[in-house]
């Protein structure tokens, strides 16, 4: 099976490693790449102390960049989204990492059973709104930092024809909001939404499949949990 993989490079190719595992024929087709702001991460670690709320492996990457000075702060307790962003946090160096179910809803919980206020919040533009909404209302104190951003990327047109010429996907795993609306505006206004008819689209929550095209909802499956190996189980 052809799956398209929007998520940026970085990630995307972790994933294609996955699918060719999984026999299936991974289209790398990252719509965003990432920008740090490794200063800001660093300098929000040393003005701050108790435990890290991260909800994105790009914070932990944009720390990543300062790995030399970050010694003082590795026994931080450290609550991650999923185990994937926990796995990258220990492979920087954090001793104390805590995975949560895999939304913001969850750590926001987890974080208020198990740890005192306030939390460093390091997160990036643009972002899910669950945890910090559900922080607020359980009135869990946080201290939000962007470290990073999700710059678009042009996709060229004939890059797009060539997919759809000779690669058509039988499959497209989106993972967040903003890449689905991404990827259906580009698609609608390059090739048109009718080339997509008998594609699956793969989404990792329900907030995700929110953004694909009414046209298309019959063809949308929604991942039983918020996580790339209930996804990929999809398929």
């Known amino acids: 099976m052809r799956v398209l993989v929007t998520r940026p490079r970085h990630s995307g190719e972790r994933t294609a490693r996955r699918l060719r595992e999984l026999g299936h024929e991974p289209i ?122 999700m710059q678009p990327i042009r996709i060229e047109p004939q890059t797009l024809h060539a997919i759809f010429a000779h690669q058509r996907p039988d499959a497209v795993l989106l993972y967040s909001r903003q890449t689905a609306e991404s990827y259906f505006r580009m698609i609608e206004e390059e090739v048109g939404l009718g080339n997509l008819l008998g594609t699956r689209f793969l989404c990792l929550s329900s907030s995700v499949a929110e953004a694909v095209p009414e046209p298309l909802r019959g063809a949308v499956s929604t991942a039983p949990a918020p996580e790339e190996r209930s996804l990929l189980s999809l398929l």
């Open 28 to 149: 790398l087709l990252p719509l965003a790449q990432p920008v740090h702001d490794a200063d800001t991460a660093l300098h929000a670690l040393k003005t701050t102390e108790g435990s890290i709320a991260i909800t994105s492996a790009e914070a932990i990457r944009a720390l990543a960049e300062k790995s030399a000075e970050l010694a003082d702060h590795l026994v931080r307790p450290v609550f991650a989204v999923g185990e994937a962003t926990a796995e990258e946090a220990r492979a920087i160096g954090f001793v104390s990492v805590t995975a949560s179910g895999g939304n913001g809803h969850e750590l926001a919980g987890t974080i208020a059973e198990k740890a005192s206020a306030p939390v460093l919040y390091l997160t990036g533009l643009p972002r899910a709104e669950a945890f910090e909404k559900r922080a607020r209302e359980i009135g869990l104190q946080i201290n939000v930092v962007e470290c990073y951003r």
